[in-house]
């Protein structure tokens, strides 16, 4: 019986006559708006607010911790691996990977707000900057001419961690790159490692460079 068939029965029941039953509320069969909403948004963005501090108070003490990164260093072929397994990763042609073997100097400038580092040699050069905190930027693409990436950096207690996924073209692959000083700050050793569009293969490579005076 819905509520109008009941409200017209009820006005028609003659005096002495038995009522029909009272009809459940309907108000009871649904569940009550809860006054906390509203409460809780608040609450978790306050969360997420303090997780954001938090992130970046570690990133500074972790900055402020570790050795210095930031100046120039030539890279050493003899203590570092080959590239190729990153190259064939990537799917890079020959005149690709001449480039990238060309590069032999990395220029670093490391603060606790973003990481920037140049990378040059004798038929190319890339410099990429990489903003520290949770929001990735698209930036140029590494090792191609077209495409994009996003990127960002993460400072570790072992040095400046960064983060790139590739766009179209060879959408998908992801490369990190963690840079730890030694002990004296006279070399550096950069690991690279990256996965490959279907996650089915990852490879990682050791890049070692010597500090250059100023």
């Not at 000083?181 to 569009?197: E, F, I, K, N």
């Amino acid at each position: 019986m819905t509520v109008f068939q009941y409200a017209t029965l009820k006005k028609k029941t003659p005096p002495g006559a038995q009522k029909p039953p009272r009809k459940p509320s309907q108000k009871s069969s649904q569940p009550k708006k809860s006054n906390k909403t509203k409460g809780s948004k608040k609450k978790t963005a306050a969360s997420g607010n303090g997780a954001s501090r938090s992130k970046i108070l570690f990133d500074r003490a972790a900055f402020h911790a570790r050795p210095c990164v930031a100046g120039m260093w030539k890279r050493d072929n003899a203590l570092s691996d080959k590239m190729t397994p990153l190259y064939k990763l990537a799917s890079l042609g020959w005149l690709a990977r001449k480039k990238q073997e060309s590069l032999q100097y990395l220029e670093i400038e490391d603060t606790p707000r973003q990481f920037s580092r140049t990378v040059t040699g004798q038929f190319h050069k890339i410099s990429d900057t990489f903003p520290v905190g949770f929001h990735p930027q698209s930036m140029p693409r590494w090792y191609q001419k077209r495409g994009n990436m996003k990127g960002m950096v993460e400072q570790t207690p072992s040095g400046p961690r960064t983060w790139v996924k590739w766009g179209d073209p060879q959408q998908g692959l992801e490369i990190w790159e963690l840079y730890g000083a030694s002990s004296d700050g006279q070399t550096l050793t950069v690991y690279t490692s990256a996965l490959s569009r279907d996650g089915l293969h990852e490879i990682m490579v050791k890049s070692v460079y010597t500090r250059i005076a100023p």
